[in-house]
């Protein structure tokens, strides 16, 4: 097939792909899926509770705050909740990748990339449930940062708070 060919074939396929339409993303409710990542960062978190002075970062990382008041979450409108975790998630993915830069070590880095990859599917999952909305209002509460397992704490924290319980609400029958 010479270049002609080649050339018509690409046009053909690229007309293909411009008449196709993404489906919207169906809500993912399957409470496995959210089990495996907090597992995946737990995992990691516990990889590097033997950590030595490679783990200090030459600068403070701002991480969203994990402590979640119960009463006062379930008190919340969606809207709220959703820019509370879309923001937390935001934080976290900013910080893990400032971390992947600053990290000298090659299996830091393989464990800092495992965790973005985390983040990025944790981000699709909230994407399913219409979470990616505006920051939220007043600012989210925040904690600095300066080391490997303190960020890898956080990021674990974080899956098991805001980010459960804004997945468990949003699946059930009756969500707002």
Same mark, same amino acid.
């Given at each position: 097939? $010479?270049?002609?060919?080649?050339?018509?074939?690409?046009? =053909?396929?690229?007309?293909?792909?411009?008449? #196709?339409?993404?489906?919207?993303?169906?809500?993912?409710?399957? #409470?496995?899926?959210?089990?495996?990542?907090?597992?995946?960062?737990?995992? @990691?978190?516990?990889?590097?509770?033997?950590?030595?002075?490679f783990c200090n970062f030459s600068e403070v990382l #701002?991480?969203?705050?994990?402590?979640?008041?119960?009463?006062?979450?379930?008190?919340?409108?969606? %809207?709220?909740?959703?820019?509370?975790?879309?923001?937390?998630?935001?934080?976290?993915? +900013? +910080?893990? =990748?400032?971390?992947?830069?600053?990290?000298?070590?090659?299996?830091? $880095?393989? &464990?800092? $990339?495992?965790?973005?990859?985390?983040?990025?599917?944790?981000? &699709?999952?909230?994407?399913?449930?219409? +979470?990616?909305?505006?920051? +939220?209002?007043?600012?989210?509460? @925040?904690?600095?940062? %300066?080391?490997?397992?303190?960020?890898?704490?956080?990021?674990?924290?974080?899956?098991?708070?805001?980010?459960?319980?804004?997945?468990?609400?949003?699946?059930?029958?009756?969500?707002?």
């Amino acid at each position: 097939m $010479g270049r002609a060919g080649l050339c018509a074939l690409l046009l =053909l396929l690229l007309r293909l792909a411009a008449l #196709t339409h993404p489906s919207p993303l169906r809500p993912i409710c399957d #409470t496995r899926v959210v089990e495996k990542f907090i597992k995946e960062a737990r995992d @990691t978190e516990n990889a590097m509770d033997s950590c030595s002075h490679f783990c200090n970062f030459s600068e403070v990382l #701002t991480v969203p705050d994990t402590k979640v008041n119960f009463n006062e979450w379930k008190k919340m409108d969606r %809207q709220r909740q959703a820019a509370e975790v879309w923001g937390g998630q935001t934080l976290l993915s +900013a +910080a893990v =990748l400032r971390a992947w830069d600053l990290v000298a070590d090659p299996s830091l $880095g393989q &464990q800092l $990339g495992r965790t973005y990859s985390n983040l990025r599917s944790i981000s &699709q999952v909230l994407r399913s449930h219409n +979470a990616q909305v505006e920051p +939220a209002s007043s600012p989210l509460p @925040t904690l600095a940062v %300066q080391t490997l397992p303190k960020l890898l704490n956080v990021h674990s924290n974080f899956l098991r708070g805001r980010v459960r319980l804004f997945l468990m609400d949003a699946c059930q029958p009756e969500a707002r």
